[in-house]
């Protein structure tokens, strides 16, 4: 099966080369970003709203007047909330640590991938805070909050997690320090 390629692949490269003419003419025109102005902002569009953190992989937001439960894909962090389970190691500070991330209120873009939902209809998504564009999914792993769980074909940023897990593995943060011996 070929892979898919992201909408905006296509066009990359126009805006690469775009940016890349821009600055040379800024070089030989003796031009430049005005002093005092301001720095290109980081915020992305907002589709959601968090209502609630459910734990460290899971989320409930608003979106367009209505309530989804939303899966944080390729990532797996400790259980804390599962009837009839134990807490895992790490699973309470896991899910504070997606609170802290994500409090009730936080705008944020949703970015999907190829499979919509999971088996339990919850929303597959790649979670990003729109005020500063950081990547939750990501940073739960870089800062050793969660595991890698990748299941295809929604593998999009399957190799920057992979990267993220051996660099929080290696310096033994999280989870990696706490529940690894």
């Known amino acids: 099966m070929a892979r898919r390629q992201p909408r905006h692949a296509a066009r990359r490269g126009a805006r690469t080369w775009t940016g890349a003419a821009a600055l040379a003419c800024a070089a030989a025109c003796g031009a430049g970003p005005a002093p005092d102005a301001a720095p290109p902002s980081t915020a992305l569009p907002v589709n959601a709203t968090v209502e609630r953190v459910v734990d460290g992989d899971t989320i409930v937001v608003r979106i367009d007047g209505g309530r989804e439960r939303v899966r944080l894909i390729g990532v797996d962090t400790p259980e804390s909330v599962k009837p009839d389970t134990p807490a895992e190691c790490f699973g309470a500070e896991a899910s504070a640590f997606t609170a802290a991330l994500l409090p009730e209120g936080t705008p944020v873009l949703l970015e999907r991938d190829v499979e919509p939902r999971d088996d339990y209809d919850r929303l597959l998504a790649y979670v990003h805070r729109a005020e500063d564009a950081l990547f939750v ?9 969660a595991h890698v ?33």
């Open 137 to 145: 999914n990501l940073e739960l792993v870089s800062a050793g909050y």
């Open 149 to 181: 769980l990748t299941f295809p074909p929604n593998v999009a940023h399957t190799d920057a997690f992979v990267a993220a897990a051996r660099a929080a593995r290696a310096a033994g943060a999280g989870l990696w320090g706490a529940c690894e011996g």
